[in-house]
């Protein structure tokens, strides 16, 4: 059952690329809501999983948030929450997007936004809100400094397994690859946890989630300390997966150092996009090469890269087995693509590690 009820998710105009990758996660998977439609017109009248990976999900995509609405009221679905989708550079909240949100405002639908751009601050749609009897959820505000943990050394104390899920840029599927990795683990009769440290994971109901880009800087270790020390403690899993965020190396999202100098993983899962040139929505920053981000990675964590998830970004499908294959051993490390391959092979590489079977 969800925690807060059936959701609309607003992808407009961006669905299916970089900056859809909050919706993508929603589709995917949540345990927030029951996602029961996607607004975006460019794939109206298809179902959101075929787009997003040629999976039926059962989410019917449409053209306008009224289209959408009117469609769940007519089947019976109740709606509770407006979920903006968009996860735009910088975080900025686009005009279009606001309009989207003032009138699902209107329709009386709760709003929730993972931006920079303080949907809740907006005295227009504060009001509307309050006239209303709803809410508007700004994921990434900055909590209160008195709930804010300083790094204290506890996470020394977590006995269980650490894997770090880290990537060679953004927007490459680490979380995704995170949930994929717990699902296989669990499978496999392991107790697994997942560590989320973005909106999209919190928005997909993560028990123990942070938000590193809402937190004050002096704050980042700890926080991340505290979340994995908590799952530990109140789980007593035998691995605890962290999702990674940015990348070492990319110029406007550089991620991961924290978690490898806070979260103290004991081994680390790469996710990387073989076709992809350059850092994502950075022309001319070339990405650096497989190997030279995983020697930072051990050079900067002390601990091993033990291997790879490959992102199938701008690769056709009958190609994926030959370029996992070829990654894997470009590194001389096991890889798979998870999203058509699962995380079976991620498993076995981490049995070593597990101190139960």
Same mark, same amino acid.
């Not at 089947?75 to 975080?91: E, L, M, Q």
């Not at 070492?248 to 680390?268: K, Q, S, T």
């Given at each position: 059952m969800a925690l807060d009820g059936n959701a609309i998710v607003y992808c407009e105009g961006f669905f299916g690329t970089t900056n859809g990758k909050t919706a993508h996660g929603l589709i995917r998977r949540t345990r927030r809501y029951d996602v029961v439609a996607l607004v975006d017109s460019r794939h109206a009248g298809m179902d959101a999983g075929m787009v997003l990976d040629g999976k039926k999900y059962n989410i019917p995509t449409y053209a306008s948030l009224d289209e959408a609405?009117?469609?769940?009221? !007519?089947?019976? !679905?109740?709606?509770?929450?407006? &979920?903006? #989708?968009?996860?735009? /550079?910088? #975080? !900025?909240v686009s005009a279009e997007t606001r309009l989207a949100a003032k009138r699902a405002l209107e329709l009386g639908l709760n709003v929730d936004s993972g931006t920079h751009d303080f949907l809740s601050e907006d005295p227009e749609l504060a009001e509307l809100a309050l006239e209303k009897g709803v809410k508007i959820r700004d994921v990434r505000k900055p909590p209160a400094r008195k709930d804010l943990h300083f790094f204290s050394g506890k996470i020394e104390e977590v006995k269980c397994l650490k894997v770090a899920l880290l990537g060679t840029d953004s927007a490459v599927g680490k979380r995704t690859t995170a949930w994929i990795l717990v699902d296989a683990l669990e499978k496999a009769g392991f107790k697994a946890e997942m560590v989320g440290t973005g909106q999209t994971a919190w928005m997909q109901g993560a028990k123990y989630a942070i938000i590193l880009d809402s937190l004050i800087n002096d704050f980042v270790s700890g926080e991340i300390e505290h979340a994995v020390w908590s799952c530990w403690k109140d789980e007593n899993p035998d691995v605890i997966v962290i999702e990674g965020q940015?990348?070492?190396?990319?110029?406007?999202?550089?991620?991961?150092?924290?978690?490898?100098?806070?979260?103290?993983? /004991?081994? &680390?899962?790469?996710?990387?996009?073989?076709?992809r040139k350059e850092y994502d929505g950075f022309p001319g920053y070339i990405l650096h090469p497989l190997d030279v981000q995983i020697e930072a990675v051990e050079l900067l964590g002390g601990k091993p890269v033990i291997g790879i998830a490959v992102n199938n970004e701008d690769i056709a499908p009958e190609d994926i087995p030959r370029v996992v294959e070829e990654t894997g051993k470009s590194v001389n490390l096991p890889a798979i693509e998870p999203l058509t391959q699962g995380a079976d092979v991620l498993v076995e590489a981490l049995r070593p590690y597990l101190k139960r079977k």
């Open positions: 609405y009117n469609a769940c009221q !007519k089947a019976g !679905k109740s709606i509770k929450y407006f &979920v903006n #989708g968009i996860t735009p /550079d910088g #975080g !900025k940015g990348s070492l190396m990319n110029p406007a999202y550089p991620g991961g150092f924290e978690i490898l100098a806070a979260g103290r993983p /004991d081994v &680390v899962i790469m996710q990387h996009p073989p076709a």
